[in-house]
T-cell receptor, first 111, second 112 residues
C-alpha cells in the first residue's frame, strides 16, 4: 500500500514536444505529491508539488494533473528542451509516512 | 534560501578506513535525513532526525553511524564499509516530519 508506480521507465522526446510521466498510488491516505528532478551526479531538486484538493497545478512549462478517484497523477513538460533531460521521480507521503518514491523516469530531449 | 550543503563531494575509502560525511542547512528546518541512492534507482531512506533526536533508523548496518550535533548539522560516520556501500549519499531537510524535503547535492562514495 506504500508503493508509488511510475511509468514509463525511460522517455525520448523531440525538442519542443510534450513529455508526460505518469504515477499511480494505492494508499488513499497520501496527501502530498511532490515531483523531483535529478541531473546526473546531483541531488534531487523539488520541481513542483500538489495536494489532492486541486486537480491541476502549473508552474511555467511544468504541470501536474491529479485524478483523485483514479489515484493517479502525472507530470507534463510543455515545449520540452534538451536542458530538461534528467531523471524525474514522483513521490507521495502523508502525516504518518515516509516519503515514498516512484522508480524514476529517465527523460531524454533530443535537439 | 533552500540550500542544503554536503561535504565532501567525492570520497574514496578503503574497507578499513573511518571517514565522515557532513551535511548543513540554515533554513531553520528541524528534520534532517540521510538517504542512499544507487545508480538508476530512487533514494532509499536510512535515518531521520527530528529535533536533533534519531526518530527513524531503517535497519541500517552499524557500520553507518549518524550524529546530529545541532539543528543545522548532520553527520554520517563510516567505518569498515563494504564495496557494495558505494553509492551517492544524500542529505535532506524539512521544516518538520513529514514535510517538503530539500536535498543536498550528495557525496559520491566509492569503497575499494
Amino acid at each position: 500500500q506504500q508503493q508509488v508506480k511510475q511509468s514509463p521507465q525511460s522517455l525520448i522526446v523531440q525538442k519542443g514536444g510534450i513529455s508526460i510521466i505518469n504515477c499511480a498510488y494505492e494508499n488513499t491516505a497520501f496527501d502530498y505529491f511532490p515531483w523531483y528532478q535529478q541531473f546526473p551526479g546531483k541531488g534531487p531538486a523539488l520541481l513542483i508539488a500538489i495536494r489532492p484538493d486541486v486537480s491541476e497545478k502549473k508552474e511555467g512549462r511544468f504541470t501536474i494533473s491529479f485524478n483523485k478517484s483514479a489515484k493517479q497523477f502525472s507530470l507534463h513538460i510543455m515545449d520540452s528542451q534538451p536542458g530538461d533531460s534528467a531523471t524525474y521521480f514522483c513521490a507521495a507521503y502523508h502525516s504518518g509516512s515516509r516519503l515514498t518514491f516512484g522508480e524514476g523516469t529517465q527523460l531524454t530531449v533530443n535537439p | 534560501d533552500t540550500e542544503v550543503t554536503q561535504t565532501p563531494k567525492h570520497l574514496v575509502m578503503g574497507m578499513t578506513n573511518k571517514k565522515s560525511l557532513k551535511c548543513e542547512q540554515h533554513m531553520g528546518h528541524r528534520a534532517m535525513y540521510w538517504y542512499k541512492q544507487k545508480a538508476k534507482k530512487p533514494p532509499e531512506l536510512m535515518f531521520v532526525y527530528s529535533y536533533e533526536k534519531l526518530s527513524i533508523n531503517e535497519s541500517v548496518p552499524s557500520r553507518f553511524s549518524p550524529e546530529c550535533p545541532n539543528s543545522s548539522l548532520l553527520n554520517l560516520h563510516l567505518h569498515a564499509l563494504q564495496p557494495e556501500d558505494s553509492a551517492l549519499y544524500l542529505c535532506a531537510s524539512s521544516l518538520r516530519v513529514p514535510d517538503t524535503q530539500y536535498f543536498g547535492p550528495g557525496t559520491r562514495l566509492t569503497v575499494l
